[in-house]
């Protein structure tokens, strides 16, 4: 099993320490369902095309069908001298078959027949990776319907800034990961494109019909340029970006489910199935999956990192380098699904506390603004009404209070302008119903957005 497929130009063997550097078989080993639907395809061309007779094509596809059982049966043998999965599938092939496998690469180069193995491998996981965004989104939404007419504050740079509605925060996540899924769904579109053809780097010879075997795998467009086409790797760092850019928005999503857990605000409770605890410290309940996940976004990001760099410095066309393309492709992959979905199963389970979120609007004059907004209504140019509003609040800072604590008299120190219905204008509820503008945080704006939400998504998740 162990002769190479194109040692006819070498007078010695390779040496071992070379094969075991060069093999690529322990990552790449994952695309063999792939590689074989690819061989098949090309088989059935080539019949088509009178490059082989049909009967060779159908012992072909019995024998690839054949490897396939047998790698899934774990039968399959290994080994670092045939270094990648496209030459243990063929020497497989061969000894099922016999000399007409050795036919199967006419036409054909490793260069292009990885290239369509990882497009083919990429479509595929892109589509679950799209179909658990979908979920997810849906997960985010009963979340929001859940908890609808919780407040809590909302922050900038981490300062209690004005009140929200908690579902409109989780409403915001939402959005993120929609246009995620955006980006995955346009990446989708230049991933999908049929290489096989381009062959080495300048097309092939023989009579192939790349239309054919675009046909039987499910491509809607061939690749134009045969250089282009085994040279690009484009598609793999487009996806890696679009993970990156989604590992960002869950890590921001963890750090704030971090944040809120803490007992510092003790805004949620992460059920205990998706919490660890100390081994020493008994009263301890760690977020510890959305720590890992704010933690995995670094290898994600990591992983467009490296294939960017492994790409920025090649000639055209096809180099070696390009191998080291799967390691990152794949962590990337198997990360961003796990953290979909972990999310998926971990967000139904988090209990909000209420009264805590409400209790912390009250406090930290989440309601200046509105102040401000008070006495603009009435005439006041905003900004003095801005400065009116800021002396109210250094005041009430040194008596210890509210604005809201603070008597008619004392309100009306502040500008004559100020009536007794500032205090019922100054309430929780009351700012949260006012943000009436599109996009805002009021209960019937959230309500439609979340409604758009479902019917987005076409119906609810359960």
């Not at 012992?59 to 899934?72: C, N, Q, R, T, Y």
């Not at 290994?78 to 078959?97: G, N, P, Q, R």
């Amino acid at each position: 099993m162990s002769e190479k497929l194109w040692a006819g130009r070498f007078s010695t063997g390779t040496d071992k320490a070379v094969e075991a550097f060069t093999s690529s078989i322990l990552v790449d080993k994952r695309l063999y369902a792939h590689d074989i639907a690819g061989s098949i395809a090309h088989s059935k061309m080539m019949a088509k095309q009178g490059i082989i007779e049909e009967g060779e094509a159908e012992l072909m596809e019995k024998g690839l069908l054949d490897v396939k059982a047998d790698i899934e049966n774990g039968s399959f043998v290994y080994d670092d001298a045939l270094e990648d999965i496209h030459m243990h599938i063929e020497s497989a092939l061969t000894e099922k078959i016999g000399d007409v496998a050795r036919k199967l690469h006419t036409g054909r180069s490793r260069n292009d027949q990885v290239a369509l193995d990882v497009r083919l491998y990429l479509r595929d996981e892109t589509r679950v990776i799209i179909d658990g965004l979908k979920t997810l989104r849906g997960v985010i939404v009963e979340l929001a319907e859940k908890q609808f007419g919780v407040v809590m504050p909302g922050y900038t740079h981490l300062q209690r800034a004005q009140p929200v509605l908690f579902s409109h925060h989780m409403m915001a996540y939402y959005e993120m990961f929609s246009r995620d899924q955006e980006r995955l769904e346009d990446a989708l579109t230049r991933i999908n494109v049929m290489p096989l053809g381009a062959a080495a780097l300048a097309g092939t010879t023989y009579p192939i019909d790349r239309h054919y075997v675009a046909e039987l795998l499910d491509f809607p467009k061939v690749s134009a340029n045969s250089m282009d086409t085994v040279a690009d790797r484009d598609f793999i760092m487009e996806f890696l970006s679009a993970a990156s850019i989604a590992m960002v928005h869950f890590s921001r999503f963890s750090e704030e489910l971090i944040l809120w857990s803490s007992s510092e605000y003790h805004f949620i409770e992460i059920s205990d199935a998706f919490t660890t605890g100390s081994s020493i410290m008994p009263q301890k309940k760690n977020p510890d999956i959305p720590e890992l996940v704010r933690g995995k976004a670094g290898r994600v990001i990591g992983s467009l990192m490296a294939s960017i760099t492994q790409m920025k410095g090649l000639p055209m066309a096809y180099n070696r380098d390009m191998q080291e393309d799967k390691p990152p492709l794949f962590d990337g992959v198997d990360t961003l699904k796990g953290v979909i979905d972990i999310y998926i199963r971990m967000l139904p389970n988090i209990k909000v506390m209420a009264g805590v979120t409400r209790l912390a609007t009250e406090t930290g004059f989440l309601n200046a603004t509105d102040l401000a907004d008070y006495l603009a209504t009435k005439g006041m140019p905003f900004r003095e009404a801005h400065s009116v509003a800021g002396k109210a609040v250094a005041h009430a800072l040194e008596k210890g209070v509210e604005l809201g604590d603070l008597s008619a008299e004392e309100m009306k120190r502040f500008s004559e302008l100020i009536e007794p219905d500032i205090f019922d204008f100054l309430t929780t509820d009351a700012m949260v119903e006012r943000r009436t503008s599109f996009g805002g945080t009021a209960p019937s704006r959230v309500r439609k957005a979340m409604d758009q939400a479902i019917a987005d998504l076409g119906g609810r998740v359960s």
